[in-house]
């Protein structure tokens, strides 16, 4: 018999801000291949609709609530799920904000919130579930960044800070945790259309802007990360770790449109 290297029946994955956009995304793609599904968000009521369709899809799902700012919130999260269900295997750090504005015009709070949410969540988050996964002596940790932990862009200064955090904390964690049968990688998406940056697809000529400077002259599809998230968290991505996997239709190769 052949071994399904990506198949994830029997194991459990909780996905963080999974209420809308690339949260859902990760959580139906891990449902697809076979996981029962964890998923949060500020209000766990506004996952109920999502976790029908899960449901549809013959997997089990539960949303809590979870505010990734808040320490006591995500001890809180952690302790319930344990409870409930004693382990996970897969968790995967989605949960981010960013609030887009010239350096000159970020404040105090606009770094704190966005650090704190996209930085300092994750890390206590895989703090949060690592101890038990150090105890059974495997998880698949995957923090979301994005193609930011490579690049840096004009009115993402925290965000793209946060990001790159992401993508250092990711590799540290690795090391750290390797020994105990952890894996820990960070997925780094380009640019797809989301609830937070929707905005952006409305002006023709930025989107034509950015496709110019993608080599596969397109922004992603929802399912474009389908497979990546598979991948790292099944046994098909086990002997990767401390990796950030750009999922960016070749943007970060920094190329432009050449004149010949």
């Not at 029997?10 to 964890?38: E, N």
């Not at 300092?120 to 995957?142: D, E, H, L, V």
């Not at 609830?195 to 397109?218: H, T």
Request: overall charge positive.
């Amino acid at each position: 018999m052949v071994h399904n290297f990506f198949d994830l029946s029997g194991k459990r994955a909780a996905v963080t801000g999974a209420s809308r956009g690339l949260g859902q995304y990760f959580a139906r793609a891990l449902a697809r291949a076979g996981a029962d599904i964890i998923i949060t968000s500020r209000k766990k009521e506004d996952c109920l609709n999502f976790c029908r369709e899960i449901e549809s899809l013959g997997r089990k799902v539960q949303a809590y609530d979870l505010d990734v700012q808040s320490e006591e919130s995500i001890k809180k999260f952690a302790a319930a799920v344990l409870a409930d269900y004693g382990y996970i295997d897969i968790l995967v750090n989605n949960a981010g904000c960013n609030r887009r504005k010239p350096a000159m015009e970020v404040t105090w709070d606009d770094w704190n919130t966005i650090l704190n949410t996209n930085l300092r969540g994750t890390f206590f988050m895989c703090q949060a579930f690592g101890a038990s996964m150090i105890k059974r002596g495997y998880g698949r940790i995957i923090n979301i960044g994005s193609v930011t932990c490579v690049f840096g862009y004009a009115g993402l200064v925290p965000y793209s800070a946060s990001r790159g955090g992401v993508a250092q904390l990711t590799k540290a964690l690795a090391d750290d945790w390797g020994k105990f049968g952890i894996t820990v990688n960070c997925l780094a998406p380009g640019w797809f259309k989301t609830e937070q940056n929707k905005i952006l697809y409305e002006n023709e000529a930025w989107v034509e802007y950015i496709c110019d400077r993608i080599p596969l002259k397109r922004p992603g599809r929802p399912d474009d990360l389908d497979g990546s998230v598979i991948f790292l968290a099944s046994d098909a991505g086990r002997y990767i770790t401390g990796q950030v996997l750009l999922i960016d239709g070749g943007i970060s190769t920094g190329a432009t449109k050449a004149t010949l």
